[in-house]
């Protein structure tokens, strides 16, 4: 279905020379003198590569419509990542390229989102917070506060974390997945 260029807004998905992007900002201009035209940033689905685009008044903008489905992570094997939908119980296998660093964030049954075109998987999105042991690290020693610096630890899907220096083995954390995997604090 082509869009006008007055439909492109926050959020919409459209196919720009073969690829799938989603509007992050559009800003709908109407100068003075000349034709309106839309000055909108996009991100490419599949390498997350973010670009501004202008959009003339008469071009047509095909939209794509991209499948969101629940997805729950089962194991690993050959270079791919299998996952089992959530509503029909299908098994889709995801090539780790298209998974990428979030791999190592991935712990058994974790439910996910996973954005598909036309059959093709475009990416994941991880939950903003996952729960993760402690199974390797320095020991804390008494007095180590969280201000004076990190050192590193190894949670149970073997991602390495930096943590403050208080947190032990058998330590339960919470990680903050938007930024890669930082530490957020202990859980008791």
Sequence with gaps: MALSIN????????LVEGDVYVCLDAQHVKPG???AFVRARLRNMKTNNVQEKT???DEKIEQAFVEERKLQYQYSS??????MDSDNFEEIAIPEDTVGDKAKLLKDNLEIEGYFFKGETLSI?????IEFNIVET???IKGDSSKSGNKPATVDT???????LFINVGDKIKVDTRTGGTYVERIN
């Design 7 to 14: 439909e492109i807004k926050s959020g919409v998905t459209i």
């Design 33 to 35: 003198k000349g034709a």
């Design 55 to 57: 959009f003339r008044g």
């Design 78 to 83: 050959g270079g791919m990542f299998h996952f």
């Design 125 to 129: 999105t991880l939950p903003n917070f």
């Design 138 to 140: 320095e020991p804390g």
């Design 158 to 164: 073997g991602a390495i974390i930096q943590v403050p």
